[in-house]
């Protein structure tokens, strides 16, 4: 009766689908532990400008040293602006436009396992544009010695270090039209690293000119609402825009196409031209003197014929 | 009659006593142990984790050291918990490169060590004698003071990285790190170990 229970149980229990082995679950995945390892590799280094210096171009050359033939990106206060590569020497130089006020510079070196050495860092100093003084000042009876109180004072300039975005300042809000790029047309091709842009935005706006996403110059409109400031090409295709970045968004010109070709590159492109120039004419002398040939045989020929 | 009767009386003991007969990994004392979803042998248990940890690093004359974390989350209704644990996948425990590789540190859990300039090891905070850490990721940073263990072979006893006694319905995550320093010995290259975690009911 007991076997008979046990052999019921089971049978039972099988029937309803229930599992009774005593076999423990198990799971099982694995990981990849990678490590990549990299040739240690120097620090960058910037011999020039000199630390502390003032300049009052809108842009510097800044040149040091690497390891060879390692590419640099140079950083102003921060934020990416320009990037080269050292030559065989481990020299580099690079220009880097400026901002109004105190720019710190300082160059990296990244490799492939992603560490950044960086050097020592420059500070220079881009004064920006003499301000006309507040006009309208306040008279504050009794409050200077030695001026009268019903002369007024005349409050000196806010000292500033950069131009301010059209909207960070206290300016009520106002509308900005799109800025827009003169000079040059989209679509040059320019054998010179450096390129003036000049175009057109409201007077007094602050014109950003970026270059494949990097801002690489600031420029400030006149009075007539135009701009014009150089700017450094990287080789290949550049997409440019003026923007002015507002507290509500950035307003972009249309993008102009500018292709860098270095000059030795560019000469290659004119040799190859002259040859393919040079064979086009060698192709079409060719099948001259062939179309000459037939007919002066076929001349020869009828004048056989004539004859006979 | 007498058949019907039993296989009857079967029945009714299978569905009253389902909890003790139906899995092994329920509880089989009455009124003890947890309660989870885990009923009539629907016991199930999955693992996962990040499946690659990248661990760089640019030797320094003195050993960097780059430390980086991997996730291992066990889901199972299983009342009794599950085991965790960890192997390489093959029978060396270097990381390899072509013919070149940086060995595993020879210290165990119990007994971890300070990893020296070209070795690699893991740890989990709390675990065994890794102390409470807490560790955090670096990179090319110095030889980290918290103390590593290597992973045993494929064919040596499995490491335990955790052992529970209740459900974890919702996973539970078993935080591993992996620590890699390397000099200026150890030649460039791409290095690797494959690491091999299993989770069983118990």
């Known amino acids: 009766m007991r076997h008979a229970n046990k052999v019921a149980i089971a049978a039972a229990a099988l029937c309803s689908g229930l599992i009774v082995v005593a076999v423990p679950l198990a799971f099982a995945t694995g990981t990849v532990i990678q490590s990549r390892i990299c040739l240690p590799f120097g620090t960058p280094t910037i011999t020039d400008p000199a630390q502390d210096a003032t300049d ?232 001259g003197i062939a179309i000459y040939a037939v007919i002066a045989r076929m001349i020869v020929a009828a004048k056989h014929r004539k004859r006979e | 009659m007498k058949r019907h009767i039993s296989i009857f009386a079967g029945l009714l003991i299978v569905f009253l006593g389902s909890g003790a007969f139906a899995d092994t990994t329920d509880s089989t004392t009455y009124g003890s142990g947890n309660y989870g979803n885990c009923d009539y042998g629907s016991c199930t248990i999955t693992l996962g984790s990040s499946g690659s940890v990248s661990v760089n690093v640019t030797p320094s004359s003195s050993g960097a050291c780059t430390v980086q974390s991997d996730a291992v989350t066990v889901t199972t209704d299983s009342t009794t918990g599950y085991t965790l644990t960890a192997t390489t996948s093959s029978t060396t425990t270097n990381m390899t490169s072509g013919g070149n590789a940086i060995p595993s540190t020879s210290a165990t859990q119990t007994s971890p060590s300070v990893l020296t300039g070209d070795q690699w090891g893991f740890r989990v905070d709390n675990l065994g004698g890794f102390g409470t850490g807490p560790t955090t990721a670096q990179t090319n940073g110095t030889i980290p003071g918290l103390t590593f263990a290597g992973i045993p072979a494929s064919n040596g006893t499995p490491d335990q990285l955790a052992h529970t006694s209740a459900p974890a319905s919702s996973g539970a995550t078993t935080k591993l790190w992996y620590g890699v320093c390397a000099n200026t010995s150890v030649p460039s290259g791409i290095y690797s170990v494959s690491v091999l975690y299993t989770a069983v009911t118990n």
Not at chain 1, 130 to 154: C, F, R, Y
Request: hydrophobic content about 40%.
């Open chain 1, 56 to 287: 009052g171009d809108a842009s510097i050359v800044v040149s040091g040293a690497a390891d060879p033939a390692v590419t640099v990106e140079v950083t102003d206060n921060g934020a990416g602006s320009g990037v080269t590569g050292t030559d065989s020497t481990g020299a580099y130089s690079i220009s880097i436009p400026l901002a109004y006020g105190p720019n710190v510079l300082q160059a990296h070196v990244t490799n492939a396992c992603n560490t950044v050495n960086s050097s020592n860092t420059v500070t220079i100093t881009h004064p920006a544009p003499a301000i006309p003084p507040t006009q309208g000042g306040t008279a504050v009876p009794g409050t200077t010695p030695g001026v009268s109180s019903l002369q007024p004072v005349i409050l000196p300039p806010t000292p500033i270090t950069a131009p301010l975005p059209p909207e960070a300042s206290s300016v009520p809000t106002r509308s900005y039209s799109t800025p827009v790029v003169l000079v040059p047309q989209s679509g040059v091709v320019v054998t010179k690293s450096g390129l003036t842009i000049t175009g057109r935005a409201d007077p007094g706006a602050v014109v950003q000119i970026v270059d494949d996403g990097h801002i690489v110059a600031q420029v400030v409109t006149g009075i007539n609402g135009l701009f014009s400031t150089s700017i450094p090409l990287h080789e290949g295709i550049n997409s440019i825009t003026a923007q002015l970045t507002l507290t509500t968004g950035v307003i972009r010109s249309k993008v102009i196409i500018v292709d860098y070709v270095p000059p030795a590159h560019a000469a290659h492109g004119i040799i190859a031209r002259i040859a393919l120039a040079g064979g086009v004419l060698a192709v079409i002398s060719g099948i």
